[in-house]
């Protein structure tokens, strides 16, 4: 299986539907659980575009045991910037240990990766 950093993800793209259709390959090719929830007026606000659990390995009493990491993944095109409501989730699921990132991407060039830490 391919080992997956934040900053190892490139792609080519020009808008956000291209742009996520391209991190959800990239999660595939990891063997990530990922879907795409759908806003409809009901629930919390904000809630990032992509939601993912990929895998990892623990160290110590759960050596080589596959455990999951929650991610959270906004895409937004190259000038375009997440909401206060979009930051406010993304540093909800960083505090609470998740991985949370912006990715933009352009036509014609690598897609860049932002950690919300």
């Known amino acids: 299986m391919a080992r997956w950093e934040a900053g190892d ?5 020009w808008n956000e539907a291209s ?3 391209k991190i959800n390959k990239d999660l595939d090719k990891i063997g990530a659980w990922h879907y795409a929830p759908v806003q409809m007026g009901m629930g919390a606000s904000g809630i990032p575009d992509i939601i993912a659990c990929k895998p990892v390995k623990i ?3 759960d050596v080589g ?3 999951g990491l929650f991610v959270g993944i906004e895409a937004k ?4 910037k997440p909401t206060a409501k979009q930051m406010f989730q993304l540093e909800g699921i960083a505090a609470a240990h998740g991985m949370a990132m912006v990715i933009t991407g352009k036509k014609g060039e690598p897609y860049r990766v932002k950690k919300i830490t």
């Open 77 to 80: 095109t190259y000038y375009n």
């Open 9 to 13: 993800l490139f792609l080519m793209a």
């Open 65 to 67: 045991k596959t455990m």
């Open 19 to 21: 742009l996520k259709k």
């Open 59 to 61: 160290t110590q009493e």
